[in-house]
């Protein structure tokens, strides 16, 4: 495989990524890699790789302001769902556009809230992805956080939050945001995969989501939390790859 370091522009920021390219001829497909609050470019290397060894080609990236790792000079408290949603679909333009990859067969792989984020993508353009794989994903994030500010008068002008700096936007941009009701509207394979331990997103979020989507698959991983076992990683990327194979 061919892996390289990669900034790409857009919105008048730079996504720091990695694209894992295989050593196969023609056309391959791909998976956008996203990860969680606060999390790295690095933190699915794992699973790039295996799905690069395998024939599918990926991009791992940070958010823009979505870690305290990220490298792009954006700042967290400027960072929103919304500007991480521009982010990932940026990255989806870069992968149909590259000669290497199918432009038709653009997967979405997404842990937590790269796992919301990746629900918001594929409504905003549905025609460019072939499915969404899902892991523990956030889904209830807006809601969360609506009940911890009922009024727009309280939230704060910033708040630490897990060791990340957070601005008033991020909240207030989400007041009004509920993936759930178009859910049905995905025609497209999904996969979730979900731990029954999970004490920050429920199982009964994942099974919800799972039952809305007209074409989802749901599997729950017994005694997983959020955040797997290195044993329920290697599952996960074994399934990821099953899965972009399949479809």
């Known amino acids: 495989m061919t892996i390289t370091s990669l900034v790409i522009p857009h919105h008048g920021r ?55 790792r990220d490298e792009s000079g954006f700042p967290t ?73 009922p009024q727009a008068e309280d939230v704060p002008e910033t708040l630490d939050f897990w060791g990340l700096l957070l601005g008033r936007d991020f909240f207030l941009s989400m007041r009004e945001l509920d993936v759930f009701p178009r859910l049905p509207e995905y025609g497209k394979p999904v996969l979730i995969l979900q731990g029954d331990q999970d004490m920050i997103v429920s199982l009964e979020s994942s099974q919800r989501a799972a039952k809305a989507y007209p074409n989802a698959e749901l599997t729950v991983f017994p005694g997983e939390g959020h955040g797997f076992s290195p044993e329920g990683n290697r599952r996960v990327y074994e399934m990821l790859l099953t899965f972009v194979q399949t479809h």
Not at 39 to 58: P, T
Not at 95 to 111: E, N, W, Y
Not at 132 to 149: D, H, K
Request: glycine share 10%.
């Open 14 to 68: 730079g996504v720091h990524a990695v694209l894992y390219l295989p050593d196969a001829a023609g056309p391959v497909p791909a998976v956008l890699m996203s990860h969680g609050y606060n999390g790295f470019k690095a933190d699915f290397d794992d699973g790039a790789r295996l799905l690069a060894e395998n024939g599918v080609a990926a991009l791992c990236y940070t958010f823009c302001g979505g870690s305290t």
């Open 77 to 149: 408290t400027e960072m929103t769902l919304f500007t991480e949603r521009e982010d990932a679909l940026a990255l989806v333009d870069f992968l149909k556009a590259h000669p290497a990859v199918d432009s038709g067969r653009i997967f979405l792989f997404g842990g937590s809230m790269g796992g919301l984020v990746s629900v918001m993508a594929s409504q905003e353009r549905p025609e460019d992805t072939a499915g969404l794989a899902l892991l523990f994903p956030a889904l209830c994030i807006p809601q969360n956080w609506r009940a911890r500010f």
